[in-house]
């Protein structure tokens, strides 16, 4: 294929040697712009791969002078490899991991009751966040914040007890034959990032960068003074935020460049991506090609419906089953078996270690929760879901999902469509209006709505650009009749 004048410049950009960042909206071809940059180079290099599978598809791209790993990869091969025993340890419970780092008994914050099974869960969580940071210690802020303890004086209170335990964990996964906490993949990238690693190449290519977690950037930062760093991605497609990573590629002291025609969609889809790239703030907009045909419009029969939540995607899988189609679920159904189990522990009145509800006692509990407390309102369509099927039919539900290459029509959630496409996408019903600021009123003294947030902008964008030939907005439909939408 002939580059564009954009991965023209690209390449232009990347012989001088400066550090470059390039901004590659959906479709553009981002991973063939690397291999275009790496193939006319005899320099030694290395791709930061986002993962495995990406990691094997860009050893058949680029050439042999560029070494293509993930950053568990080179992790595992400087220091991973002295935990191998520790790696293939048997898998234990986490309150059985929690007593033996010392969590023994139980305690009371506020108006909540936290198990010594909670708190041994929290421990090992806290002990996950401080691994995809960059800091060098635990401290507070790795804590998670948990439903039901939202106040700041409460999470105090929490972090308090818990961070000595973590500190306790940490110690434990340094040594590499044996210990309590169960050792995994996590762990020695973050005992590697803490070596501060200088790699040997002469050129550092940074994929998927909008969703880097720290400790990654940190790795690759700390690359400057000695190989050129070129990092691609999305700015407007970086949804993983609440999970810790980063859009490392905003404010990167380097060459800011831009690959904007997309190669998946045609002009009319493009128009409905700038659409959001706009209301997002947006660095990029995109131009179609003219040669794919792209349709949006209502849909009978798609390829993918993308849903905002968990919750979201229970429902389809359950509606178009109940409607006779063979349903297949992104990423498989564990996530939705997790949840229906955890809802089905909670009518039995009996305590859940799901990371959403740990906290509640019983299901009634929850709904309260979920009709009452501002901060519980988006577990509402669960608790519906539960309350109206019932958790046995959502699990006869699960269990009946077909795999996806065996599927008429996958559901997935759109953070997990990220990355993938499908010929015919139709939105889903729980991408809902924002609510409208009943303070404020317009000169018809309508209530004004409320602004998009700049997350769910991004979210959509990426959920309307999976698509290569026919779209139907569906749940964001609404985006038309909004002040901001034109």
């Known amino acids: 294929m002939n580059p ?72 595992y091969a400087a220091v991973g490899h002295r935990y191998t025993q520790r790696l293939n340890a048997p898998r234990r419970p986490a309150w059985q991991t929690g007593q033996a780092l010392g969590i023994t008994k139980a305690i009371r914050i506020g108006e909540r009751d936290l198990s010594q099974r909670t708190l041994s869960n929290i421990t090992l969580r806290t002990v996950a966040h401080f691994c995809h940071t960059a800091d060098p210690a635990i401290t507070r802020h790795h804590v998670p ?41 996590d762990h020695y990238l973050k005992i590697w990032a803490l070596t501060q690693p200088k790699l040997d190449t002469d050129f550092l290519l940074l994929d998927e960068a909008q969703d880097t977690n720290p400790v990654v950037e940190q790795i690759f930062l700390a690359q400057r003074d000695h190989a050129q760093l070129v990092m691609v991605g999305d700015s407007a497609q970086a949804i993983y935020h609440w999970r810790g990573a980063k859009d490392v590629m905003t404010g990167f002291d380097g060459t800011q460049l831009a690959l904007s025609q997309s190669f998946r969609f045609g002009p009319a889809l493009a128009d409905e991506a700038n659409r959001w790239l706009h209301i997002a703030g947006a660095p990029i907009r995109l131009t ?4 794919v045909p792209t349709e ?18 229970m429902i389809q899988v359950m509606e178009l089953l109940a409607a006779g189609h063979r349903v297949g679920l992104a990423g498989g159904g564990d996530s939705l078996r997790t949840l229906a189990l955890a809802a089905r522990d909670l009518k039995e009145r009996r305590r859940t270690s799901h990371p959403e509800l740990v906290l509640f006692p019983s299901w009634g509990e929850l709904q309260d929760y979920a009709a009452y407390d501002p901060a519980g309102r988006d577990l509402q369509p669960l608790v519906d879901l539960v309350d109206t099927h019932g958790t046995d039919a959502i699990l006869a539900a699960v269990a009946r999902l077909a795999p996806e290459e ?40 309508c209530p004004v709505p409320r602004l998009i947030d700049d997350a769910e902008a991004r979210l959509a964008y990426v959920a309307v650009t999976r698509t290569r030939h026919h779209l139907d907005m569906g749940g964001l439909s609404w985006i ?3 002040p901001d939408g034109a």
């Open 4 to 75: 564009t004048d954009e991965q023209t410049a690209a390449a232009d950009a990347f012989h001088t040697g400066d550090h470059l960042a390039l901004q590659a909206g959906a479709g553009t071809g981002k991973t063939t712009t690397l291999a275009l940059l790496a193939h006319a180079t005899q320099r030694r290099g290395r791709y930061l791969a986002y993962n495995r599978a990406i990691a094997q598809d860009a050893r058949a791209r680029f050439p042999h002078n560029v070494v293509c790993k993930t950053a568990h990869a080179m992790a």
């Open 145 to 185: 914040c948990l439903r039901g303890l939202e106040d700041r004086d409460l999470h105090t209170q929490l972090a308090a007890h818990v961070v000595p335990f973590a500190h306790k964990g940490w110690a434990d996964l340094q040594h590499p034959d044996e210990g309590a906490v169960r050792f995994d993949h």
């Open 288 to 291: 179609g090609t003219e040669t």
């Open 296 to 313: 949006i419009g209502p849909l009978m029969q798609p390829d993918a419906v993308l849903c905002r939540t968990n919750v979201g995607a």
């Open 406 to 445: 065996h599927a008429e029509v996958t559901i997935s959630t759109a953070h997990k469509a990220k990355g993938r496409e499908w010929a015919r996408v139709k939105i889903a019903d729980d991408f809902t209006l924002p609510p409208q600021d009943s303070d404020q009123c317009d000169d018809a003294g």
């Open 480 to 482: 038309y009749d909004y």
